[in-house]
């Protein structure tokens, strides 16, 4: 269940860009002086107790609570709350600028990609742990045999239309969610592309794979979604995307 606190404007914003939040006070100034303008910044509370809620709204943003946890929900949370033709996804801990997100939307309009990736390129020491990009190596490695889609990475920084996003049917609520989006474009056909983005030292502990511990979940729930059924084998789902 969620409650939104919208500030959109009337005519509804050019994009929605989704920015889940698990007490990133620190950061949030940061991110959301950087969102482009005529897009709306749909900051999803999965349960902060640092004051980001008060924090986004400050900043302009339209605050979406999460009560349940995980990445996943809080991901879904900002699609289902979305009313722009095309949805972009973030970080909200300040590692990845939203305005790289920009010839990302173009690239959606114009009929270029179902799916646009952005491919984490580290920018300094410490902004991406040698446990974090490992378990990331492993996982495209799987990710390319099973979709046979040439990615490297699995970063958060993503856009594409929202309706064909509802499309898919994901399910997943905690880490493995960026992954079924892609798992489940690639078996519905999308074309989907990835480009290189700078990687910031993020603010603060991240919440998934700050840790090895951390890592070690985000593998078992990713490695859990590459296991799933092709579409075929899949009940209730309907099928999504622009060919």
Request: net charge positive; proline share 7%; glycine share 10%.
């Amino acid at each position: 269940m969620n409650d939104v606190t919208t500030s959109s404007p009337p005519t509804g914003p050019d994009v929605d860009i989704v920015l889940p939040c698990l007490d990133e006070a620190e950061a949030l100034p940061w991110v959301l002086a950087r969102i482009p303008a005529g897009w709306r910044a749909l900051v999803v509370d999965n349960g902060s107790t640092d004051g980001s809620a008060e924090i986004a709204r400050a900043h302009g943003a339209t605050v979406v609570r999460e009560e349940q946890r995980g990445f996943g929900a809080a991901c879904h949370a900002g699609l289902l709350a979305a009313t722009a033709d095309v949805v972009c996804f973030c970080d909200c801990d300040a590692s990845l600028d939203p305005r790289l997100l920009v010839p990302f939307v173009q690239e959606v309009r114009s009929g270029g990609a179902d799916l646009v990736l952005g491919r984490r390129r580290p920018q300094g020491r410490g902004s991406w742990p040698a446990h974090a990009r490992a378990g990331n190596l492993a996982l495209s490695l799987l990710l390319r045999r099973r979709t046979g889609l040439a990615l490297r990475d699995l970063g958060p920084l993503r856009a594409a239309r929202r309706e064909s996003l509802l499309t898919l049917g994901l399910t997943d609520r905690r880490s493995g969610y960026p992954l079924q989006m892609v798992v489940r474009a690639a078996d519905e056909g999308w074309r989907v592309t990835e480009h290189d983005v700078p990687y910031l030292p993020r603010s603060g502990a991240s919440k998934v794979t700050g840790t090895w511990r951390g890592t070690w979940h985000a593998v078992r729930d990713m490695s859990r979604v590459l296991r799933e059924a092709a579409p075929a084998q899949r009940e209730g789902t309907a099928p999504g995307g622009t060919r």
